[in-house]
């Protein structure tokens, strides 16, 4: 680094670049295993790179005080042109890289190896402010823009963002203070968010502290996200795991998720701006998930899906002390659908309710939305499951001349807390059956005796994303 000591930023950059390009030169390719100072890191990806570089090479200094901002718009923006020809992949080394802001590109890698920590800059001129997202017609947090994420990407092809388990620290108590105390400008940035793109990979990374949500694939279509220990303080805003908003074929896989806020939330848009827009959440996969959110969802459909949810596919889920465990959440003026969800071989412990469903959720963008624009709850599945300590077993709350239906609950088993409710199945303008469900379901619940449902309706076949093949691609770092 002593190299650019003394010179100006933009001096620095110029040469560092010219120095990458030697590099690149270099290095580019994967045939370095018989240089002695190149050592060869291996990862699985939808695809693999051409060309490689460091954030070292543009400048970046991971001492957790400088900001690496410039430097990884620089080795963006260079990188960039390998899109058409073999793509590349930025390696991000061990060390703490305080950042703001900054754009991928397309077939590109973003490698954060072990013990490489990317630092959320809380100086919010390091955020450029967008447009708020067109299904949503405002920002979540206030009217108007809202902050790009930490990592953000818009109309891209074939993202991966990846590694040795890095880390990607949001530092986003600055951010909750801000949202608490109602000083915030506009909404605050997510960590990652791809937005009309296709073919993403995220994966084997740790994200701590987001000042809002992690995880929001949105307009995207042929997503990965596996791998990701996802934590931030039970007590934080908003600060959700992974919300696919408007996605098709999507797959979440092995994550570890400890949350303020649901773990999963699938979203699709909000109220007249949501309808307009009319892009749906479908064919969506959610498997190994394990989850502790005590005041929200495991996996929440909703509030926002005025696009409409359809054919999600969850299973092998753990809930440990959360609020409750599938939560569909809708209002009047929603409009859109939620239809065709099936859930399986889930375990739950300490729980307030394990199946909670509401169509009075309330909270609209504004007083625009259509009073007739009723959601459509239709054909929900719930199917071996176990629960221990649960105060309620289910509290399900369909809409007054709008009932949710074909709700199918079998070989359910919820044990109860020590001070349950006195009333464990709660049900009004629902419609379905059961079977083999303890305690008792409602009567709307029809039960139709053990054995007589199948497997509600769990399908056999499988979605795009699930034969989706990764490869052995390798990255040769040089051991200075
Ligand atoms: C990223 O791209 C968006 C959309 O093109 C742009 O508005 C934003 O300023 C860019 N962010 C950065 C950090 O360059
Ligand atoms: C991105 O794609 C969307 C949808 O196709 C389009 O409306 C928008 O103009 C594109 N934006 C850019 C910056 O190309
Ligand atoms: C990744 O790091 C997190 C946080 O340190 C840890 O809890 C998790 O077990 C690690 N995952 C793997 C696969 O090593
Ligand atoms: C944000 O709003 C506060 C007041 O709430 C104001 O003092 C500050 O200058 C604003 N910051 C920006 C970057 O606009
Ligand atoms: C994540 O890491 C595990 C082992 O640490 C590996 O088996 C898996 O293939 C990786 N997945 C992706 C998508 O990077
Ligand atoms: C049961 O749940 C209560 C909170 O409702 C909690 O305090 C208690 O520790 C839980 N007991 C067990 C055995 O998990
Ligand atoms: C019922 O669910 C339990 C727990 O998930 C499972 O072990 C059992 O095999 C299921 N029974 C049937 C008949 O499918
Ligand atoms: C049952 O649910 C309805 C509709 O939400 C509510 O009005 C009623 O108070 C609930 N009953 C009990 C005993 O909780």
Redesign the pocket.
Known sequence: MELWAGRTRWQGIVAILAFGLLLLVGTSGAESGENPNLECLHYVAISCRAHSASITDFGGVGDGTTSNTQAFKAAVNYLSQYSSDGGAQLYVPPGRWLTGSFNLTTHFTLYLDKEAVLLGSQDESEWPVIDPLPSYGRGRDTEGGRYSSLIFGTNLTDVVITGANGTIDGQGDVWWQKFRSGQLNYTRPYLIELMFSSDIQISNLTLINSPSWNVHPVYSSNVVVQGLTILAPVTSPNTDGINPDSCTNTKIEDCYIVSGDDCVAVKSGWDEYGIAFGMPTKQLVIRRLTCISPDSAVIALGSEMSGGIQDVRAEDITAINSESGVRIKTAVGRGGFVKDIYVRDMKMSTMKWAFWM?G?YGSHPDNNYDPNAIPLIQNINYHNMVAENVTMAG?L?GISGDPFTGICISNVTIGLAQMP???QW???DIAGVSSSVTPRPCDLLEDQGPGEIAACNFPEDSLPIENMELKMCSYARRNL
């Open positions: 509401t009075n509290r709350e409710k006195k009333l709660n049900c009004t």
